[in-house]
């Protein structure tokens, strides 16, 4: 009965979401396994959520969808986001991650709702958020700059705070460590990462979850130069309600990249031709380095 249960979808509970979207006009939006709400939603007047905001609900049944979640979670405080991670097949995942405006709130939604009976049987399991919010790259060329790596990948993708980069024994060329703005932008950046590269760059890198190790991921590494650019605000995702189905990747996580022509020379060139206005100060490299540079129309 369970194991029926997990692969046929509810019309009922369906039909139920449905409905509640329409008559509250809530926006969902599907992407890459994930149905997500907020980030902001409308009309939030508070401020950008920080470290220990965000809590990680486990155990809920695969057909249960936003239209009881977020009410229960929402009794708590408003709801900055809230994440509802999704099969292909119109089922939830059985977690979903649900983001507040404090961390006194996200505590709140800890302490009152983790055991909570949503239907026979199936009490939620909440907790806090680990947020991972940094990638490690590896495979990178020996002589990366961390200035034009950085250039690169907020050509690439969106969400990107600060990089540093390691080098040393054991370690293949040059590794380094990317810290997002949130975990949502490192997890879109993760899966697309590895594709770009090799598509800009004919480079095979890695790309993986940092280990966070001793210190806190919501805290930058002490102990690395870290490159500084003014931070980037998300882009708000959204779709018409009756929808609720999984769009293509939104354009704005992997866009026409901006990539400064000294890193195209370090390895080896882009792929494709693109149309990159060369970055300040390019027409003042010596002769010899602006012939082997790159002509673009």
Same mark, same amino acid.
């Given at each position: 009965?369970?194991?029926?249960?997990?692969?046929?979808?509810?019309?009922?509970?369906?039909?139920?979401?449905?409905?509640?979207?329409?008559?509250?006009?809530?926006?969902?939006?599907?992407?890459?396994?994930?149905?997500?709400?907020?980030?902001?939603?409308?009309?939030?007047?508070?401020?950008?959520?920080?470290?220990?905001?965000?809590?990680?609900?486990?155990?809920?049944?695969?057909?249960?969808?936003?239209?009881?979640?977020?009410?229960?979670?929402?009794?708590? *405080?408003?709801?900055?986001?809230?994440?509802?991670?999704?099969?292909?097949?119109?089922?939830?995942?059985?977690?979903?991650?649900?983001?507040?405006?404090?961390?006194?709130?996200?505590?709140?939604?800890?302490?009152?709702?983790?055991?909570?009976?949503?239907?026979?049987?199936?009490?939620?399991?909440?907790?806090?958020?680990?947020? !991972?919010?940094?990638?490690?790259? *590896?495979?990178?060329?020996?002589?990366?700059?961390?200035?034009?790596?950085?250039?690169?990948?907020?050509?690439?993708?969106?969400?990107?705070?600060?990089?540093?980069?390691?080098?040393?024994?054991?370690?293949?060329?040059?590794?380094?460590?990317?810290?997002?703005?949130?975990?949502?932008?490192?997890?879109?950046?993760?899966?697309?990462?590895?594709?770009?590269?090799?598509?800009?760059?004919?480079?095979?890198?890695?790309?993986?979850?940092?280990?966070?190790?001793?210190?806190?991921?919501?805290?930058?590494?002490?102990?690395?130069?870290?490159?500084?650019?003014?931070?980037?605000?998300?882009?708000?995702?959204?779709?018409?309600? !009756?929808?609720?189905?999984?769009?293509?990747?939104?354009?704005?996580?992997?866009?026409?990249?901006?990539?400064?022509?000294?890193?195209?020379?370090?390895?080896? *060139?882009?792929?494709?031709?693109?149309?990159?206005?060369?970055?300040?100060?390019?027409?003042?490299?010596?002769?010899?380095?602006?012939?082997?540079?790159?002509?673009?129309?």
């Amino acid at each position: 009965m369970d194991y029926e249960r997990s692969q046929v979808l509810n019309p009922v509970r369906v039909q139920a979401l449905e409905t509640w979207v329409k008559n509250t006009k809530v926006r969902l939006t599907q992407v890459n396994g994930q149905r997500r709400y907020g980030g902001p939603p409308e009309r939030w007047d508070g401020p950008v959520p920080g470290a220990r905001c965000e809590v990680f609900i486990s155990q809920i049944p695969r057909d249960t969808y936003e239209d009881l979640l977020i009410p229960l979670f929402s009794s708590v *405080g408003p709801l900055w986001e809230f994440r509802l991670m999704m099969n292909f097949s119109g089922q939830n995942r059985g977690f979903a991650y649900a983001k507040y405006g404090s961390a006194a709130v996200a505590t709140e939604a800890i302490r009152t709702l983790n055991g909570y009976l949503i239907e026979p049987g199936w009490c939620l399991s909440v907790r806090r958020s680990t947020e !991972k919010r940094q990638l490690s790259m *590896g495979g990178l060329p020996p002589v990366t700059q961390q200035e034009q790596l950085l250039q690169v990948l907020r050509g690439l993708v969106e969400g990107v705070e600060r990089v540093s980069l390691k080098a040393g024994l054991g370690i293949e060329g040059v590794s380094a460590i990317v810290v997002f703005t949130s975990h949502y932008a490192a997890s879109m950046a993760k899966k697309m990462l590895v594709e770009a590269f090799k598509k800009h760059f004919s480079l095979s890198v890695s790309v993986k979850w940092q280990s966070s190790g001793k210190p806190s991921p919501e805290e930058p590494m002490p102990s690395q130069k870290a490159f500084l650019p003014s931070p980037t605000k998300l882009p708000r995702l959204l779709v018409r309600p !009756k929808h609720l189905s999984q769009p293509s990747l939104p354009s704005p996580f992997l866009r026409t990249p901006c990539i400064p022509p000294g890193f195209c020379r370090t390895v080896g *060139g882009p792929t494709a031709q693109l149309q990159i206005p060369p970055p300040p100060g390019f027409y003042s490299l010596p002769p010899p380095l602006l012939d082997r540079l790159p002509h673009y129309p």
